[in-house]
C-alpha cells in the first residue's frame, strides 16, 4: 500500500512540473538531431523511451557499469579492460577454477555494460 501511495505521490509531481511535456521536447530534439546525423530516429526514439521508463522507476547504475563507462572514457576500448576490472585481492584468494569463472563472468558482465555504453553513445544519450 505504501509503495502505491508513494508511486501515485511520484506520478502526480511529475504532472505538476511538466514533466511529460519536457520529454516530448527533448525526444523530438534528438530525434532530430539523429535524423540530421544520419541514424535511425525510431531506434533513437525507442532508447529514449527506455531510458524515460528507467528514470521513472527509479533505476539506477550498478557499480560496475559505472566502473566500466569511467574506464571507456577515460581510455576508450583497451585490449586490457577485463585485467583492468578485476578485483585483485579477491582474485588471489581464488583457486583455477574458481578464477576461470570469475574471469568468464567478469567477461560477459564487461560485454553488457559495453553494449549498454555504446547504446548510450550512439543515442546520444
Known amino acids: 500500500m505504501n509503495s502505491l501511495k508513494s508511486a501515485a505521490k511520484q506520478a502526480k509531481q ?4 511538466d514533466f511529460w ?15 540530421k546525423r544520419g541514424r535511425n530516429a525510431g531506434k533513437v526514439k525507442s532508447d529514449l523511451y527506455a531510458k ?3 528514470s521513472i522507476k527509479g533505476e539506477v547504475y550498478d557499480d560496475f557499469y559505472l566502473k566500466v ?9 583497451v585490449s586490457d ?24 563472468e567478469l ?14 553513445k550512439d543515442s546520444g544519450i
Open 14 to 17: 511529475r504532472l505538476r512540473t
Open 69 to 77: 563507462k569511467a574506464l571507456l572514457d577515460e581510455y576508450g576500448e
Open 81 to 104: 579492460a577485463i585485467g583492468r576490472l578485476t578485483d585483485k585481492q579477491y582474485f588471489a584468494t581464488l583457486n583455477y577454477e574458481e578464477r576461470q569463472r570469475y574471469t568468464m
Open 21 to 35: 511535456s519536457k520529454c516530448q521536447s527533448d525526444i523530438a530534439a534528438v530525434t532530430a538531431d539523429a535524423q
Open 107 to 120: 567477461s560477459a558482465k564487461y560485454l553488457a555494460a559495453l553494449e549498454k555504453y555504446r547504446k548510450e
Open 52 to 54: 524515460v521508463k528507467s
